[in-house]
């Protein structure tokens, strides 16, 4: 087992297919004894539920599993005793669900949230997000209201971070204490 840190943050940030959920949980493994992961993703058609299932078994029946795709911080704050490390996937998706649940209405609430019991640093916390505003600018209001909010949402949560890796290819590009 490698050096376990103190009560860390670390955000995991890459688009789609970049690597990032494969390296987290890397991480993970092998840094803590015991972990728990939150999954936000929704099995809403047959091709999802083929990933969530693909998901689960590339994990392994080390991980404990939560699947909450709106109220991480209650999950957080009730369900994650007993584990060295949370693994929270994906959380752009947990807010793409909150903003399409809420419509809108309360979404800084729900961020709010999140960022306060992420300032406790009750517990180890990896996160897994996608950067979306390194694509084309959203044709419709909504699509680009979403990438405005999960750029500010990531910049919000890498400030406090301990540690941001960011991921492309495969690669790890480490931006914040690595």
Same mark, same amino acid.
């Given at each position: 087992? /490698? #050096?376990?840190?103190?009560?860390?943050?670390?955000?995991?940030?890459?688009?789609?297919?970049? %690597?990032?959920?494969?390296?987290?949980?890397?991480? $993970?493994?092998?840094?803590?004894?015991?972990?728990?992961?939150?999954?936000?993703?929704?099995? &809403?058609?047959?091709?999802?539920?083929? =990933?969530?299932?693909? *998901? +689960?078994?590339?994990?392994?029946?080390?991980?404990?599993?939560?699947? !909450?795709?709106?109220?991480? $911080?209650?999950?957080? #704050?009730?369900?994650?005793?007993?584990?060295? /490390?949370? &693994?929270?996937?994906?959380?752009? $998706?947990?807010?793409?669900?909150?903003?399409? =649940?809420?419509?809108?209405?309360?979404? &800084?609430?729900?961020?709010? =949230?999140?960022?306060?019991?992420?300032?406790? +640093?009750?517990?180890?916390?990896?996160? $897994?997000?996608? !950067?979306?505003?390194?694509?084309?600018?959203? #044709? *419709?209001? &909504? %699509?680009?209201?979403?990438?405005?909010?999960? %750029? /500010?949402?990531?910049?919000?949560?890498?400030?406090?971070?301990?540690?941001?890796?960011?991921?492309? /290819? %495969?690669?790890?590009?480490?931006?914040?204490?690595?």
């Amino acid at each position: 087992m /490698a #050096e376990t840190f103190e009560k860390e943050l670390v955000i995991v940030l890459g688009g789609a297919r970049s %690597g990032k959920s494969s390296w987290a949980l890397r991480y $993970v493994e092998e840094n803590y004894d015991s972990y728990l992961f939150i999954a936000t993703a929704e099995a &809403l058609d047959n091709e999802m539920a083929d =990933r969530i299932r693909l *998901h +689960k078994l590339s994990r392994g029946s080390k991980w404990k599993l939560i699947e !909450e795709p709106v109220k991480i $911080v209650e999950a957080l #704050e009730t369900k994650c005793a007993g584990v060295e /490390a949370v &693994l929270i996937d994906c959380l752009t $998706v947990w807010l793409s669900n909150v903003l399409h =649940r809420e419509n809108g209405n309360q979404i &800084l609430s729900y961020q709010d =949230r999140l960022l306060k019991m992420l300032s406790c +640093k009750g517990q180890n916390i990896i996160i $897994v997000a996608n !950067e979306v505003g390194a694509g084309i600018v959203p #044709e *419709h209001p &909504l %699509g680009r209201e979403f990438r405005d909010l999960a %750029g /500010a949402l990531n910049q919000k949560i890498a400030k406090p971070a301990d540690k941001v890796v960011f991921m492309i /290819a %495969g690669l790890p590009m480490y931006l914040k204490g690595m």
